[in-house]
């Protein structure tokens, strides 16, 4: 669409200065590559984050089992093999319904994290038009009537007559 509009004022000429929508076209360039490197930066951090984050929460019941396991005995004598191996059967329904919670907590927050950094980041151009407004685009010595009917034809075709 930039590009449309970029096009559009390099066919209108005199009346629209170019300069200030190829300007407008190259900063929306450089803010989608910024946010292109921004959203790999936050990929990276964010599942290093989220990874930490569910070790931690994966470690308190595994340390759980192993400590229980210990407290109760299980861990010398003969048949402590099959004990080990039962235990370890168990521990993957354990450790799945612990991680549950906080797993959603942690993928939740991270969204909520990235969609911020990703609107903040978008913040300057929800619309690219806007910084025209600082400038006059069209020749204020054209009618406002013969402007407004030669930027956007109406249904009479633009030339201004009523029929």
């Not at 076209?25 to 930066?41: C, F, P, S, Y």
């Not at 319904?97 to 797993?103: L, T, W």
């Not at 909520?112 to 600082?134: G, M, S, T, W």
Request: charged content about 35%.
């Amino acid at each position: 669409m930039v590009e449309e509009v970029v096009a559009w004022a390099l066919s209108q000429g005199a009346r629209v200065r170019p300069q200030l929508v190829e300007a407008q076209r190259d900063a929306i360039r450089a803010d989608a590559r910024k946010l292109q490197n921004v959203g790999r930066e936050m990929v990276k951090e964010m599942r290093e984050l989220a990874n930490a984050q569910l070790v931690h929460a994966i470690e308190g019941p595994i340390k759980r089992a192993c400590d229980d396991f210990v407290r109760r005995n299980l861990d010398s004598g003969t048949g402590v093999k099959d004990r080990i191996l039962r235990m370890y059967e168990k521990l993957p329904e354990k450790v799945t319904d612990a991680a549950e919670a906080p797993a959603t907590k942690i993928l939740q927050d991270l969204f909520k994290e990235v969609y911020k950094e990703i609107k903040d980041a978008l913040a300057d151009h929800q619309n690219p038009l806007i910084p025209f407004r600082k400038h006059r685009i069209v020749n204020s010595k054209i009618p406002r009537k013969k402007r407004c009917t030669t930027a956007a034809p109406g249904p009479g075709g633009g030339d201004g007559s009523d029929g």
